[in-house]
Each structure stands twice: as structure tokens, then as C-alpha cells.
């Protein structure tokens, strides 16, 4: 089972309404209007047929012209009101649906927003984007036929069903059987193919997923020229959606041949029984008119069994859409802030007090055991650590990205879930390996950072990031419009523009997690130079893979499997730990007998000047 399949047991149909009604808000009134606009429509409708059988009744007793223009006066009438009734819940019904969807999108939105990343890991990124579109129009299309066309099909059949009671008498008893008898087809159609709308939508998410993997990753796609197995990837996904919907669509197409032998059936049975009675009785049990209004109200009966269909079809097919939007909107973040959280950050000190932490209750190890850190505020800390030793997992709790399972974690000397979740992660800045931008000017990009930076400081943030200089060789500079996902820059351009874009929010904590892998040594060590004079007050922590980006920092801190290893200076990591010494030596063999070699001496220099003093 999928993790956006186990994120909500199954939700009652009560508690599906009442959460899509959530959603309705500004358009209850048009909601509303569109019911009795309709209700309006279905009483004249069925008016018309009966007016039309008097009036065939007069015919035949030789009625004048002015009974004639009287009733044709009357039925021009009533066809205009029909058809403003009709237009008004046309209009209320379009606005009510849209508005509703609009809302709906909105809704879901802001509720992904405030996920947590232990929310959003329950969900896939294309089952998010699937239920945002495709759910939302299932629901928006049956949401329309509900306030519609479901309160005209119900009531012009019953009114249909009286009308032809009333002017038809017993004979009117077919329409009863026939009804019962379409409606225990269409539920028995709905109750099979109500499964396979949910290995459909399922489908779908899958089919999204090879979409969403492919394209972000064309690059890789095509440098190993794997665009065949793709294509048969996605050839595959989009075969099993289509037989998926085949199947489906056979059974649903059995509603098309039933209605028609419906119809069949019933003015058969009229026609005959109906001709019958007005040749025997001489027109004493039932005259023209009256079975021209028979006839008319049992049209009218199977066109609204058809639509009732169509909309049994379209809420059965958004049946599964509106459970999993519900998933979204009743999903509650794992995080959230406490009642009178703080508003102020003191200082960027840092403590992890015996921290553990793991993703899941069914992890098989912790991500990180018996972390016990503390960092002082303004302090440059390095983390270092193969892959897999929890290096981001680390920082991702200062900023309660998630919670510790054990232990705690202190900023400014109060547990990070004491302070309200904003004030937090607004004086904690994060720069990560796979930086992201955002369609829009170089300018617009910088000032998520701080959005009243003036002009001069965006300029001298990227002076201090290393981006200043590419970008005055741009066409627009500063206005340059960066593409959706910072395509048109290279690797290293939109790391230093994340980095000037982090600081500009002057933070009491600046992470770096691996940030400057994509440039040079000599631009990263330019970079770190840069922060000491730019924020000389805020504490750094700077993730990398490098030991050059670290090595000037005022501790290290050295991880293995989720544990630390070892916490010292460069010099002191280098005589002390074997994983730190190993890392330094395969990216500087070349250099790595000389420094030893005055590590060595500085070390026998001190020994004979103890002995000596001694």
C-alpha cells in the first residue's frame, strides 16, 4: 500500500460533505438560488404539456380563435418563464461551481503550505498535483450536476409521474416499473465500477510521477540516452490507465441501450393501451389531449432517468477525486505552533541536548543517536561526514523542520517548540545543495530573502556572495528574468544567488548545507570571508563534502552513521580523528606529507620546549 493511500483511513460520506462544504463559503447564496431556480423550471415544464391537452380539447369541440390566441398566449408565457428560470440557474450554477472549485484549489493550497515534511512524505508530489487538478475538476463537474441537474432529474420525474396520473390514470403505473426497474441498473453499474475509479486515480498518480521524473530529470535521460526505457516507462503507465478506463467505459455504456429500451418499451405500451381506450370508450375514458399529455410527460420522464443517470455516473466517477481532496484538507501538520509561542529569537546560540531522532516508528535505526552539540552564538561550526551520516537531517531540526523523538533542541536557549514556527524559521536561513528559484527577475528572487531590501543592499548581498560579477554580464543584470527552476543559470550562479537571497534576512542562524559544491575554492573561500564582515554576529553552520570550506571554522563537528564522531579544530581533527584525517587526505594527497610533516614538528617543537623548560 502506498504512503498517500495509508494517509487517512477511509471517510464517511458525512464527512466528506461537510469538508467540501467548507469550500462553498462566498457562493452559498448562489448555491442556493440555483435549487429553486430550477424548482421554478420543473413546475412550468410540466404546466406546458397539460396546458397543450386543453387545448387539443377545445380543438376538437370546435373551440374560435379566441380560445386559440388564449391558450397560445398563455404557452408563449409559460415558455418564457421556463427559459428565464432555466437561463437564471444556468448563470447561478456556473458561478456557484467555478467559485466552488477556485476555493477548493485555494484551500488544498494553503492546507500543503502548512504541511510539515513528515505530512508531505505521506503524499507524492504528482498524487498532490493530480488531486489539485483533475480531482478538482471531477468535483467540480459533479458539484454542478448536484445543485442542477440532480434536483431537476428527481423532481421533473416525480412531477412527470403525477402529471401522468393525473391525466392518464392507471396507465401511468409503467412509468413506476420502468423507473424502479432503471434504477436498480444504474446503482448495480455504479457499485461495479466504484473500485476501479480508485485503481484508476491511482493510476493516474503513477502516470504523473514518470511524467514529473522524466522531465526534471531530462538531462540525466538523455546523457545515458535512456529515452527508449522512458518512453516504455510511460508506454506502460498510460496502456494500464487505458484498459483501466475501457473496462470502465463498457459498463457505463450499458446505460445508453437501457434507457432506450426504456423509452421503447413505455411509448409501446402507451400508444397501444392509450389508442385502445380512445377507440373503445369513444374518447369517455381518455380523449387525444389527454394522451398527447401522457405521451409528453413520459418523454419528459425518461430524459430526466437519463440525466439522473449521466449525474449518477459523474458522482460516482468524483466519489474517489473528493475522498482523496478530503485527504488533503483534513491531512493535520505534525508541526504546528504552541499557544503563545515566542516572537523573538535572543541569540543564535544552539543546543541539541542528547538529541535522538527517526523518521518513522518503523525505521530500523535512528537517523541520528545521542547528538549532544552546543554551539555559541556567532560561532562558525563545520559538519562533516560521509554520505548517509545524517548531515541534513541535523540542521533540518534547528529550524523544527521536524521534531526529535528524544532530547531537545535549543535556540537562543528555548526549546524550538516554544517558539512560534514564523519567528523561528524567519532568523534561521538555509542554503542547500539543490537550490531552488522561482520564475521572475533576479530582483524578485533576491528580495524572498527580504522583501524591502533596497536596490543597493540586493547589489551588495551579491557582492558578498560572488553572484555581483556574473550578473552585471547579463543582459538585463538585476532585472534579468530567471526561467521556472533557474534553467537559464548555471549550478554555481544559483547557489551564490541563493546565497545572497539568505542574506538579506540577516538571520540569527545561517546554515549551509553543502551549498557552494558548485563552485570553485577560491569564490567559496571569498564567499566565507564575506559573512564575517556581512554578519559577524550570526551563527554559521556550514555542511560540506570539502574539507578546504571548513577547515577555517572555529570547531568542527565530524559524523558517522548519526552519531558524532569527533568535535575539534582542523588541526586537532586532523591528529585525533581517522574519518576526518582519511577525508582530508584523499582531497589533498598532494599536500598531505607537508602539513603532516609541520603538524609533526610543531608537535616536537612543543616537547622540547616543555623538556627544556622543565
Given at each position: 500500500?502506498s504512503?498517500?493511500?495509508?494517509?487517512?483511513?477511509?471517510?464517511?460520506?458525512?464527512?466528506?460533505?461537510?469538508?467540501?462544504?467548507?469550500?462553498?463559503?462566498?457562493?452559498?447564496?448562489?448555491?442556493?438560488?440555483?435549487?429553486?431556480?430550477?424548482?421554478?423550471?420543473?413546475?412550468?415544464?410540466?404546466?406546458?404539456?397539460?396546458?397543450t391537452?386543453?387545448?387539443?380539447?377545445?380543438?376538437?369541440?370546435?373551440?374560435?380563435?379566441?380560445?386559440?390566441?388564449?391558450?397560445?398566449?398563455?404557452?408563449?408565457?409559460?415558455?418564457?418563464?421556463?427559459?428565464?428560470?432555466?437561463?437564471?440557474?444556468?448563470?447561478?450554477?456556473?458561478?456557484?461551481?467555478?467559485?466552488?472549485?477556485?476555493?477548493?484549489?485555494?484551500?488544498?493550497?494553503?492546507?500543503?503550505?502548512?504541511?510539515?515534511?513528515?505530512?508531505?512524505?505521506?503524499?507524492?508530489?504528482?498524487?498532490?498535483?493530480?488531486?489539485?487538478?483533475?480531482?478538482?475538476?471531477?468535483?467540480?463537474?459533479?458539484?454542478?450536476?448536484?445543485?442542477?441537474?440532480?434536483?431537476?432529474?428527481?423532481?421533473?420525474?416525480?412531477?412527470?409521474i403525477?402529471?401522468?396520473?393525473?391525466?392518464?390514470?392507471?396507465?401511468?403505473?409503467?412509468?413506476?416499473?420502468?423507473?424502479?426497474?432503471?434504477?436498480?441498473?444504474?446503482?448495480?453499474?455504479?457499485a461495479?465500477?466504484?473500485?476501479?475509479?480508485?485503481?484508476?486515480?491511482?493510476?493516474?498518480d503513477?502516470?504523473?510521477?514518470?511524467?514529473?521524473?522524466?522531465?526534471?530529470?531530462?538531462?540525466?535521460?538523455?546523457?545515458?540516452?535512456?529515452?527508449?526505457?522512458?518512453?516504455?516507462?510511460?508506454?506502460?503507465?498510460?496502456g494500464?490507465?487505458?484498459?483501466?478506463?475501457?473496462?470502465v467505459?463498457?459498463?457505463?455504456?450499458?446505460?445508453?441501450?437501457?434507457?432506450?429500451?426504456?423509452?421503447?418499451?413505455?411509448?409501446?405500451?402507451?400508444?397501444?393501451?392509450?389508442?385502445?381506450?380512445?377507440?373503445?370508450?369513444?374518447?369517455?375514458?381518455?380523449?387525444?389531449g389527454?394522451?398527447?399529455?401522457?405521451?409528453?410527460y413520459?418523454?419528459?420522464?425518461?430524459?430526466?432517468?437519463?440525466?439522473?443517470?449521466?449525474?449518477?455516473?459523474?458522482?460516482?466517477?468524483?466519489?474517489?477525486?473528493?475522498?482523496?481532496?478530503?485527504?488533503?484538507?483534513?491531512?493535520?501538520?505534525?508541526?504546528?505552533?504552541?499557544?503563545?509561542?515566542?516572537?523573538?529569537?535572543?541569540?543564535?546560540?544552539?543546543?541539541?541536548?542528547?538529541?535522538?531522532?527517526?523518521?518513522?516508528?518503523?525505521?530500523?535505526?535512528?537517523?541520528?543517536?545521542?547528538?549532544?552539540?552546543?554551539?555559541?552564538?556567532?560561532?562558525?561550526?563545520?559538519?562533516?561526514?560521509?554520505?548517509?551520516?545524517?548531515?541534513?537531517?541535523?540542521?533540518?531540526?534547528?529550524?523544527?523542520?521536524?521534531?526529535?523523538?528524544?532530547?531537545?533542541?535549543?535556540?537562543?536557549?528555548?526549546?524550538?517548540?516554544?517558539?512560534?514556527l514564523?519567528?523561528?524559521?524567519?532568523?534561521?536561513?538555509?542554503?542547500?545543495?539543490?537550490?531552488?528559484?522561482?520564475?521572475?527577475?533576479?530582483?524578485?528572487?533576491l528580495?524572498w530573502?527580504n522583501?524591502?531590501?533596497?536596490?543597493?543592499?540586493?547589489?551588495?548581498?551579491?557582492?558578498?556572495?560572488?553572484?555581483?560579477?556574473?550578473?552585471?554580464?547579463?543582459?538585463?543584470?538585476?532585472?534579468?528574468?530567471?526561467?521556472?527552476?533557474?534553467?537559464?543559470?548555471?549550478?554555481?550562479?544559483?547557489?551564490?544567488?541563493?546565497?545572497?537571497?539568505?542574506?538579506?534576512?540577516?538571520?540569527?542562524?545561517?546554515?549551509?548545507?553543502?551549498?557552494?559544491?558548485?563552485?570553485?575554492?577560491?569564490?567559496?573561500?571569498?564567499?566565507?570571508?564575506?559573512?564575517?564582515?556581512?554578519?559577524?554576529?550570526t551563527?554559521?553552520?556550514?555542511?560540506?563534502?570539502?574539507?578546504s570550506?571548513?577547515?577555517?571554522?572555529?570547531r568542527?563537528?565530524?559524523?558517522?552513521?548519526?552519531?558524532?564522531?569527533?568535535?575539534?579544530?582542523h588541526?586537532?581533527?586532523?591528529?585525533?580523528?581517522?574519518?576526518?584525517?582519511?577525508?582530508?587526505?584523499?582531497?589533498?594527497?598532494?599536500s598531505?606529507?607537508?602539513?603532516?610533516?609541520?603538524?609533526?614538528?610543531?608537535?616536537?617543537?612543543?616537547?622540547?620546549?616543555?623538556?627544556?623548560?622543565?
Open positions: 500500500m504512503n498517500e493511500e495509508k494517509a487517512m483511513p477511509g471517510l464517511s460520506y458525512g464527512q466528506i460533505l461537510s469538508t467540501l462544504g467548507g469550500s462553498v463559503r462566498e457562493f452559498k447564496s448562489t448555491s442556493v438560488w440555483t435549487p429553486i431556480l430550477v424548482v421554478g423550471e420543473v413546475v412550468i415544464e410540466c404546466i406546458i404539456p397539460f396546458m391537452a386543453q387545448l387539443i380539447d377545445q380543438l376538437n369541440l370546435g373551440a374560435g380563435m379566441d380560445v386559440i390566441v388564449r391558450y397560445a398566449l398563455i404557452l408563449v408565457g409559460l415558455a418564457l418563464a421556463s427559459l428565464a428560470f432555466g437561463a437564471g440557474a444556468g448563470y447561478t450554477c456556473s458561478v456557484a461551481a467555478t467559485g466552488f472549485a477556485r476555493n477548493l484549489r485555494h484551500d488544498m493550497f494553503q492546507s500543503i503550505q502548512d504541511f510539515a515534511f513528515s505530512n508531505i512524505d505521506r503524499f507524492s508530489t504528482s498524487s498532490l498535483v493530480t488531486r489539485l487538478t483533475t480531482d478538482t475538476t471531477n468535483v467540480q463537474q459533479a458539484y454542478m450536476m448536484l445543485i442542477r441537474t440532480a434536483i431537476r432529474s428527481p423532481l421533473m420525474l416525480t412531477f412527470a403525477v402529471m401522468a396520473f393525473v391525466t392518464g390514470g392507471s396507465m401511468a403505473v409503467i412509468y413506476v416499473v420502468v423507473a424502479i426497474v432503471l434504477g436498480f441498473f444504474l446503482f448495480g453499474i455504479a461495479k465500477v466504484m473500485p476501479m475509479f480508485r485503481r484508476i486515480f491511482r493510476e493516474y503513477r502516470l504523473n510521477d514518470s511524467v514529473e521524473e522524466n522531465v526534471s530529470g531530462i538531462r540525466v535521460v538523455k546523457s545515458f540516452v535512456r529515452e527508449d526505457f522512458e518512453k516504455q516507462k510511460f508506454k506502460q503507465a498510460s494500464n490507465l487505458y484498459h483501466d478506463f475501457v473496462h467505459e463498457r459498463l457505463l455504456a450499458f446505460n445508453a441501450p437501457i434507457m432506450t429500451l426504456a423509452i421503447d418499451v413505455i411509448y409501446t405500451v402507451v400508444i397501444f393501451f392509450g389508442s385502445r381506450a380512445i377507440i373503445q370508450s369513444q374518447g369517455a375514458l381518455m380523449n387525444v389527454q394522451l398527447s399529455a401522457l405521451i409528453t413520459g418523454f419528459s420522464m425518461l430524459m430526466s432517468l437519463m440525466m439522473f443517470s449521466m449525474v449518477f455516473v459523474m458522482i460516482t466517477m468524483s466519489e474517489e477525486s473528493a475522498r482523496r481532496i478530503c485527504e488533503v484538507l483534513l491531512e493535520k501538520s505534525d508541526l504546528t505552533s504552541p499557544e503563545g509561542g515566542l516572537t523573538e529569537v535572543p541569540d543564535g546560540s544552539v543546543d541539541f541536548d542528547h538529541v535522538d531522532f527517526e523518521y518513522s516508528r518503523k525505521a530500523e535505526r535512528m537517523a541520528l543517536s545521542d547528538i549532544d552539540l552546543h554551539i555559541k552564538s556567532g560561532e562558525v561550526i563545520g559538519v562533516i561526514g560521509g554520505t548517509g551520516s545524517s548531515k541534513s537531517t541535523l540542521i533540518q531540526l534547528i529550524s523544527r523542520l521536524y521534531d526529535v523523538t528524544n532530547g531537545s533542541v535549543r535556540v537562543g536557549g528555548h526549546d524550538v517548540r516554544e517558539y512560534d514564523d519567528t523561528l524559521r524567519d532568523q534561521v536561513a538555509v542554503v542547500l545543495q539543490r537550490n531552488v528559484l522561482f520564475s521572475g527577475t533576479i530582483k524578485d528572487n528580495r530573502g522583501a524591502d531590501a533596497t536596490d543597493e543592499e540586493l547589489v551588495e548581498a551579491c557582492r558578498l556572495a560572488q553572484a555581483d560579477e556574473f550578473i552585471q554580464l547579463m543582459p538585463d543584470k538585476y532585472d534579468t528574468y530567471i526561467e521556472q527552476g533557474g534553467t537559464n543559470v548555471s549550478g554555481g550562479q544559483k547557489q551564490r544567488l541563493c546565497i545572497a537571497r539568505a542574506l538579506l534576512k540577516r538571520p540569527k542562524i545561517l546554515i549551509l548545507d553543502d551549498s557552494t559544491s558548485a563552485v570553485d575554492t577560491k569564490t567559496d573561500k571569498l564567499i566565507r570571508a564575506g559573512f564575517k564582515s556581512f554578519i559577524p554576529s551563527t554559521k553552520i556550514i555542511i560540506a563534502q570539502r574539507t570550506s571548513v577547515e577555517d571554522a572555529d568542527i563537528v565530524v559524523l558517522d552513521r548519526g552519531r558524532i564522531s569527533a568535535v575539534g579544530t588541526e586537532e581533527l586532523l591528529r585525533t580523528n581517522a574519518i576526518y584525517r582519511e577525508t582530508y587526505t584523499s582531497q589533498n594527497k598532494q598531505h606529507d607537508q602539513k603532516m610533516g609541520a603538524l609533526a614538528s610543531d608537535g616536537s617543537a612543543e616537547g622540547r620546549g616543555a623538556k627544556s623548560h622543565e
